[in-house]
């Protein structure tokens, strides 16, 4: 039988497109697909290109924003689209540039 955890990573994931809807980062989860297979979003550096990307806590997320870009470190795997509270308690917010 295999493994129901891939042997790149460790601990829970979430598909990214999921994640950065349930976070309110964006505003549909079909942006954040489209913003995923269009190679918008790149996690811990690497771009990718598929929307079920697997993200993790202690995951870095960047990705465009209408104010510029945006990079998040991923604190917790949100269950659900909650309030902006909830969402907020999810990543940190990282400044870019100096």
């Not at 809807?21 to 913003?35: E, G």
């Amino acid at each position: 039988m295999a493994d129901p955890v891939p042997a790149t990573g460790h601990g829970p994931s979430l598909r990214i497109d999921k994640y950065l809807w349930f976070t309110r980062l964006v505003k549909s989860r079909s942006i954040a697909q489209a913003m995923a297979e269009e190679g918008h979003i790149r996690l811990n550096g690497r771009r990718i290109e598929r929307a079920h990307a697997p993200v993790r806590a202690g995951d870095l997320i960047t990705f465009p924003n209408p104010g510029g870009v945006r990079v998040v470190r991923v604190t917790a795997l949100p269950v659900r689209r909650g309030p902006a509270p909830e969402a907020q308690g999810c990543y940190e917010e990282l400044t870019v540039g100096g």
